[in-house]
């Protein structure tokens, strides 16, 4: 279920109304534009739609680097997946890859603000699920090109870029240098 309320309070106290949130479940996502759900279901372009629900969901989130990580991440994955001639649907799940894995919406949600069904899939595939198999998970990302490009050639292409890395202390570079070369040798094989 998807829902606008105002102010997080408003569902739990009689406070007058000071900000949207756009409540998910039990989950509550602050949105920096009171309109954005209605915009959502109204957008007529695709991609500005991911946008603008990925912005709102992954709000005050940072990456490793403690960098904004809509504005680094996201946007760069999105970038990579344009460089490599994504379609708008394919554009739109590198947007939301992460918004199911790292936030409070859900693939419901996602259906409900009506992306399209190559967008839905792309991202159900690429989310890892909480106590699956690793075996699992790659295997379903190869069994799909859409989702292991995307997985490979976007997201841990972002993720491993050298100036990326280079802002992380010398151990977690090592270390996420070691997980990426592992996932990319998965996604492959």
């Known amino acids: 279920m998807l829902d606008v ?6 569902a739990q106290t009689d406070h007058p109304p000071t900000d949207k949130a756009l409540t998910v479940g039990h989950a509550l996502i602050h949105l920096p534009d009171p309109t954005i759900v209605s915009r959502l279901l109204n957008e007529p372009d695709l991609i500005t739609g991911a946008k603008r629900l990925a912005e709102a969901a992954h709000r005050h989130q940072v990456d490793k680097a403690r960098n904004d990580y809509f504005a680094g991440h996201l946007t760069d994955v999105h970038a990579r997946a344009v ?3 994504a379609d708008p649907d394919e554009q739109a799940a590198a947007l939301l890859h992460d918004v ?3 936030t409070a919406v859900t ?4 259906l409900d603000l009506r992306f399209a069904p190559t967008t839905l899939l792309i991202v159900h595939l690429v989310t890892k699920r909480a106590g699956e198999p690793e075996q699992v998970y790659y295997a379903r990302l190869r069994a799909c090109e859409l989702a292991r490009r995307l997985k490979l050639d ?9 100036a990326r890395l280079a802002l992380l ?3 977690l ?3 996420l240098t070691e997980e990426y070369d592992k996932a990319r040798r998965r996604s492959r094989t």
């Open 5 to 10: 309320v105002a102010d997080s309070r408003q």
């Open 83 to 85: 460089a490599y001639g």
């Open 100 to 102: 199911v894995e790292d």
């Open 107 to 110: 693939e419901e949600n996602l």
């Open 154 to 162: 976007a997201d841990i292409a972002s993720n491993s870029d050298p």
């Open 169 to 171: 202390n010398a151990p």
């Open 173 to 175: 570079r090592t270390r």
